[in-house]
Each structure stands twice: as structure tokens, then as C-alpha cells.
């Protein structure tokens, strides 16, 4: 994201790296990223990809700090709560937290159709089963116009709601809903291609 024209350079090192650490020449990404952050400190795409590089690289901590750095310099930027909460989700298995850094990116950016499946997600691995079906609704008449990765993401929540919530009911003793939940669960199944 271009803050003005004076990022090309930046944007074009960054770029760079990214095709660096594709090709696992970490050494040389690093290089390119400390020139950058020293050509654009203030520059919260730096610190976004300072962050990617350190959490490529297993260095999670750092990863942390620079996702919270990017953060502190650009805070009313969609995308980078929803990364930070992607890191959080994945690389620290931080449930709760990741959920406050997606509703954040919802917050600032309600049309994002990657944000909402990721909070929608998040809410499921919480057990917010009505809050995770409100916002899979939301997406029920726009998610056909997505890429084919988030549409299998969409339906494979639509039917992880549906078994993870059979799944406490029938823990809770309650099993003549578990069954409910579980003849919707395979409702749907049926009606995917």
C-alpha cells in the first residue's frame, strides 16, 4: 500500500524481497530490508514485511514486535490487523487475540470478504457458533464472486460449524441437538458440488 509517490523505490526493494524469500535466499532479503528500513522507518510496510521475514525465518518474537511496529505506524490499516492476526492464529496459536486483530480489520474494512472469513474462523475456534453463522450469512450472497481458495474456506466453515457445534452439544449431554446439528451439518455437505 503506497502512502505516497516517494514509496516507489521502497515498494520496488520490497518486491525484491518478497521474490528472495521465495526462492529461500533469506541472507539477501535481510540485506534489502535493512536498507529499506533505513531509507523509510516510518514506513509501515517495512516493518509488515520486517515482520514476514522474521516469521518465515521462525524468529516469532521479532515477527511479533515488527507486525506490532507496523501497527503503531499505520493503525486504521485493514490489512495489517488482519496479517498480524494471521501470525497470531498460525504461528502462536493465539485464538483470543487474533479474533480482537480481525474485528479490528473488519471494523476499519466491513467488505473484505478475506477478513470476514477470518474472524468467522477465529469465532469458531472460539465456540461462537451464532456469532460464525451471522457473518458466513453475511458472505452467503457475495462469496461467489471470491477466488476459488476462499470459496473452499467459506463452505468448509459453513459445514465445521455444523459438526464443531454437534460436537459440544454431545459433550453437554445434549445429544437429541447434537443429532440436529449434525443432519444439517450433512444437509449441506449434500448440497456442495
Known amino acids: 500500500k503506497f502512502r505516497d509517490k516517494s514509496d516507489r523505490v521502497i515498494v520496488k526493494q520490497l518486491h525484491e524481497v518478497q521474490n528472495h524469500l521465495v526462492s529461500s535466499e533469506y541472507d539477501r532479503a535481510y540485506e534489502i530490508l535493512q536498507e529499506a528500513q533505513r531509507l523509510a522507518p516510518d514506513y509501515f510496510e517495512v516493518a509488515r514485511f520486517m ?3 522474521y516469521q518465515k525465518s521462525g524468529n516469532f518474537s521479532d515477527a511479533r514486535e515488527q507486525y506490532e511496529l ?4 499505520s493503525p ?27 474485528e479490528r480489520a473488519k ?3 466491513d467488505e473484505s470478504v478475506e477478513v470476514s472469513l ?11 457458533f451464532h456469532e460464525t453463522q451471522k457473518l458466513l450469512y453475511d458472505l452467503q450472497s457475495i462469496i461467489e464472486n471470491a477466488d476459488g481458495h476462499l ?10 460449524v455444523k459438526y464443531r457445534s454437534a ?17 444439517e451439518m450433512r444437509e449441506r455437505f449434500e448440497t456442495l458440488d
Not at 453437554?172 to 443432519?183: N, T
Open 151 to 160: 470459496i473452499n474456506m467459506y463452505f468448509d466453515t459453513v459445514i465445521q
Open 70 to 73: 507496523a501497527i503503531v505506524l
Open 107 to 109: 471494523h476499519l474494512d
Open 76 to 102: 486504521n490499516t485493514s490489512q495489517l490487523h488482519y496479517w498480524f492476526g494471521k501470525f497470531l492464529l498460525h504461528s502462536e496459536e493465539n485464538i483470543d487475540e487474533a479474533v480482537i486483530q480481525f
Open 118 to 128: 477470518a474472524l468467522a474462523r477465529g469465532y469458531l475456534f472460539q465456540h461462537k
Open 167 to 183: 460436537d459440544d452439544l454431545a459433550r453437554s449431554g445434549e445429544y437429541e441437538k447434537a443429532l440436529v446439528s449434525l443432519e
Open 51 to 53: 515482520a514476514y521475514f
